[in-house]
């Protein structure tokens, strides 16, 4: 059996305010996870040329492929570059998952 043929997804959401930052889907080789969170995403350009409000916050999920399970040692997502363009990111199980968002606004009580 081959085992390259095996494909395993991780996810996370990410939260920010204003444009979305295109360039980590490069980085992070990662894409939008549904059809909702591309329309998400076009939302923050529109917002960037006045058609919406331009710095409301959204919250958009994304997966990445990978070619092996991640065991839990290490992070399947760059945080710290996430970080730098003002995102959090936090990874979850699914893209339905939703009870991160108690959990965020308990790191960003903690972080202030």
Known sequence: M?????RYLAYAKVYGRGLFPLDMLRYDNC??????????????????RGMVGSNEEWE?????ILLEPNRGNKACFTIGRWNSFQCDIIEVASPNDKPYREVRKLYLHLKN
């Open 31 to 48: 894409v939008p996870a549904t059809q909702h969170d591309v329309c998400l995403m076009q939302r923050t350009f529109l917002s960037q």
């Open 60 to 64: 958009i999920c994304v997966k990445r």
């Open 2 to 6: 081959n085992n390259h043929n095996h």
